[in-house]
């Protein structure tokens, strides 16, 4: 074709067509070249964004694997993205190609935040002497064996106010996640600042909060087109929010304790101190204090999944009961320390992440170097997606995986750690979620507290075997719709509530 008798303004469409394609005739080519997963035929421009459900992608990339198997290629824009859908996959990422496969795709958002170089999950692009740093310091102050010890009592305070406001709310319907969403967000403030931040009044002003941020880590145009990111106004004007609702929600109490803790006689240090102490600026420390308090929303969530599953499974709720029961201490209510000993409250805890993972794909990876991968060439700055939701359905590993079977999970070793790779709720390998011991402290207490004190029934004309557990994919595996429950305080309860708790002993 002869392109010299073009007039300017074919010439010139000419012309800015090429660039335009320039992108995509690069990743042709360089997809042939490279041995990849196999995959759906990926579109120029968008790639594979048509195959995706677009509101519930773990299931549509669940339907993927079962047609190219468990582990694919997609393309969505100029990212290249692969799925790992089984256990075999899964132990490649975690374990083999650990170190390889260890860094995170940071949006575009995060880029332009003040707190960038502070993060400890979804910010920190790759596994350095800063996030280390982080890492050890969080484990130390929050998760390790001692600090969890350090912090029973405020758990076990909290699990008493969550039942007292309960008991307020004898025979009326309650919304079962705010209240899981209070409590647990409580904890972790004051083992992070020591004080609430939630209350029964302002939860939903706290959960539409916890909700917005976490749409700020959804992926934009300029995360699967980088070459129009000086354009992207959008995601700026994002930033800006961003950035005042966590002034807004920290720089009271952040301000308060560079000034000084008046009561510093009567409390013991917390994490605020350690960062104040480590010479972190108040952005930093908004950061890292939200990144935690946003793993109440994955707490509460698996929380009011498993009251779905067992007030729809009345003979599973029946057997934790009895055994609750069984395990009383003298006469009260349950001590903390004896529920990691209650097998079928494991058990019904395993299950319930099996089926309803917090975070069905996990925190994508991303290859800080190019690396060979089961048989594949995976390109740097691939990102890596493990589909929880999969490996939790996986018919290979699971007799019977759409039923809600906890008894699966009696005289076995399968845990939840990130070492039994058909079962990964919190990730695995160096990227495993730093919170999970304390995460299933709080899920095994305030499950086993709810059973223990309450007799739970569905609202007037609700059957509990159609009760909806429809799934609503975001950052979080949430309800469609919440829980409704009516709590109604146990027969054996009613003549003394305060000393069938056991306020001391619980």
């Not at 060439?377 to 007799?399: F, I, Q």
Request: include cysteine; proline fraction near 5%.
């Amino acid at each position: 074709m002869d392109i010299t008798g073009l007039d300017g303004a074919y010439y010139n469409y000419f012309l800015f067509s090429l660039v335009l394609l320039s992108p995509i005739l690069l990743l042709v080519f360089t997809q042939r070249k490279t041995r990849l997963p196999p995959g759906p035929f990926a579109w120029p421009v968008i790639g594979n964004l048509f195959d995706l459900d677009g509101k519930k992608p773990h299931i549509a990339l669940s339907r993927l694997a079962q047609s190219y198997g468990p582990l694919i290629s997609l393309r969505f824009g100029a990212r290249l993205v692969v799925v790992a859908s089984s256990p075999e996959a899964a132990r490649e990422i975690f374990m083999t190609h650990n170190r390889d496969l260890s860094g995170r795709h940071v949006v575009q958002l995060a880029k332009i935040l003040p707190q960038i170089d502070t993060s400890m999950i979804a910010m920190a692009a790759e596994c350095n002497e800063r996030w280390r740093f982080l890492r050890s310091t969080a484990h130390s102050e929050l998760f390790s064996a001692q600090a969890l010890e350090s912090f029973s009592q405020i758990r076990l305070d909290k699990a008493k106010e969550m039942l007292d406001f309960l008991a307020s709310k004898d025979g009326e319907v309650v919304k079962i996640s705010d209240i899981l969403l209070a409590t647990s967000a409580n904890i972790m403030s004051n083992a992070m600042v020591s004080q609430d931040i939630v209350s029964w009044k302002n939860i939903g002003e706290v959960r539409r909060c916890i909700r917005r941020l976490l749409e700020f880590g959804i992926p934009g145009l300029a995360d699967l087109f980088p070459a129009i990111g000086c354009l992207d106004f959008w995601t700026k004007q994002k930033a800006v929010e961003c950035t005042r609702i966590l002034r807004e929600t920290w720089i009271d109490i952040v301000s308060k304790r560079r000034g000084g803790r008046a009561d510093v006689a009567f409390c013991s240090r917390d994490f605020l101190d350690v960062l104040v102490e480590n010479s972190f600026d108040d952005y930093q420390i908004y950061n890292l204090l939200t990144e935690f308090l946003i793993s109440s929303e994955t707490i509460s969530t698996a929380i009011e999944w498993a009251m779905a599953e067992l007030t729809r499974n009345q003979e599973a709720s029946s057997k934790l009961l009895d055994e609750l029961m069984k395990y009383e201490i003298e006469g009260t209510a349950l001590s903390e320390k004896h529920l990691t000993q209650l097998p079928y409250l494991q058990a019904c805890i395993k299950e319930t992440l099996r089926l309803h993972p917090p975070t069905p794909l996990l925190v994508p990876r991303r290859a800080s170097q190019t690396c060979e991968f089961m048989n594949y060439n995976l390109p740097k700055d691939s990102l890596v997606v493990v589909n929880a939701y999969a490996l939790g359905r996986d018919e290979k590993s699971w007799e019977d995986p759409q039923g809600f079977k906890p008894e699966r999970f009696l005289g076995t070793s399968l845990d939840v750690k990130g070492t039994h790779y058909e079962l990964l709720p919190f990730g695995g390998g160096r990227r495993i979620c730093a919170g999970y011991p304390l995460a299933l402290k709080q899920i095994q207490l305030l499950l086993a507290s709810l059973v223990y004190a309450f007799d739970w029934l569905h609202p007037p004309g609700m059957e509990p075997t159609n009760l909806d557990m429809s799934e609503k994919f975001g950052f979080t595996l949430a309800r469609e719709n919440p829980l409704l429950l009516i709590p109604r305080i146990r027969n054996d309860m009613q003549k003394d509530w305060a000393e069938a708790l056991g306020l001391k002993k619980f």
